[in-house]
């Protein structure tokens, strides 16, 4: 079955009470039980929603996997990916990455006693060299939030095998359209469904997709036991948003090739960030491991000035300055003081996010309109 035959109809089925096509919102807390410990595989809907089944079951087969779960955020998806850990293992993680895993990473679990090394990914000898007998995951996102970094999952997968270690892959710039982690190794993959799967900027969830039984055990039972379940209403959103994700993406990616290619050649412009231009360094790799090459652009002005890349952002109109991506409308943000200002200076400009870095999410409106619009904010 195609990707976009999946998208409508892969792990969603009719009601069987009323033969509704939708998924019905099953909005109850509890279920009767015929007799104590008997009941219709469902009991508690923290523990299980018919809804949240059915949106699970569809994330696992758009990823070719066999399990999915969701929880109400994608802070609560990798933060259950964090409770595999125990104190004195170590977490090798990319140097670029969103502000909120690297908050979680260091100001959460790093007082317990797990160790983060967070390295250039894209360089896949730094982590081969980061790796040691106590490394129990590798931790990617690629293309990496906000400088669209590639990393190669295949190697990384081959690096993590061989330390005994699990890989993580956070495919939420891509999304299964574009690039499927699973296939090429990794054991876990990891989205904010928030972002292009949701796709209308309407809900807050997260999700975990695996193809190992006895891993997926594990991290339901977090799931249970910690409670960052996400209500059927939020479920049903998603589901809703899945069945257009296909062509939402096509033209993502049509858009986003159109902006970055303008932004190269503006004469005020000093460098674009964006997988699908010959001069990434990485073209290569995200070229072998994506479809396309995703909606989302970052660049600086020439000067490299923090202020003028804020008058850009103030005069941009159809390009909103707001927190998050990957909706149906086009958004603009500052990462430095907005998305990964969670990030030390220091460490930010050490991974060669600049204080003058403005991302954009490149939504799906006429490419006229938003050519237009950056072009008169840039001038």
Known sequence: MKFGTKAIHAGVHPDPATGAIMTPIYQTSTYVQTSPGQNKGYEYSRTHNPTRTQLQDALAALDNGRQGLAFASGMAAIDCVMKLLKPGDEVVCTDDLYGGSYRLFTKVYAPYGINFQFVPMHDMAAVEAAVTERTKLIWVE???????????????????????????????????????????????????????????????????????????????????????????????????????????????????????????????????????????????????????????????????????????????????????????????????????????????????????LIRLSVGIEDIEDLLADLKQAIG
């Open 142 to 356: 690629t293309p990496s939030n906000p400088l669209l970094n590639i990393i190669d999952i295949a190697a990384a997968a081959a690096v993590a095998k061989k330390a005994g270690a699990l890989l993580a892959v956070d495919n939420t710039f891509s999304t299964p359209y574009l690039q499927t982690p699973l296939e090429l190794g990794a054991d876990i993959v990891v989205y904010s469904l928030t972002k292009y799967m949701g796709g209308h900027s309407d809900v807050v969830m997260g999700a975990l997709v695996m193809d190992n039984e006895e891993l997926a055990d594990q991290l339901a039972f977090y799931q249970n036991s910690c409670g960052g379940t996400p209500g059927p209403q939020d479920c049903f959103l998603v589901l809703r948003g899945l069945k257009t994700l296909h062509v939402r993406m096509q033209r993502h990616c049509e858009n986003g090739r159109r902006v970055a290619e303008y932004l190269q050649q503006h004469p005020k412009v000093g460098k674009v960030y964006w997988p699908g231009l010959s001069t990434h360094p990485n073209r290569a790799i995200a070229a072998k491991q994506m479809r396309d090459f995703g909606g989302m652009v970052s660049f600086v002005l020439k000067g490299d000035e923090q202020a003028d890349a804020i008058a850009v952002l103030e005069k941009l109109q159809l390009f909103t300055l707001a927190e998050s991506l990957g909706g149906v409308e086009s958004l603009s943000g500052h990462p430095a003081t907005m998305t990964h200002a969670s990030i030390p200076a220091e460490q930010r400009r050490k991974s060669g996010l600049s204080d003058s």
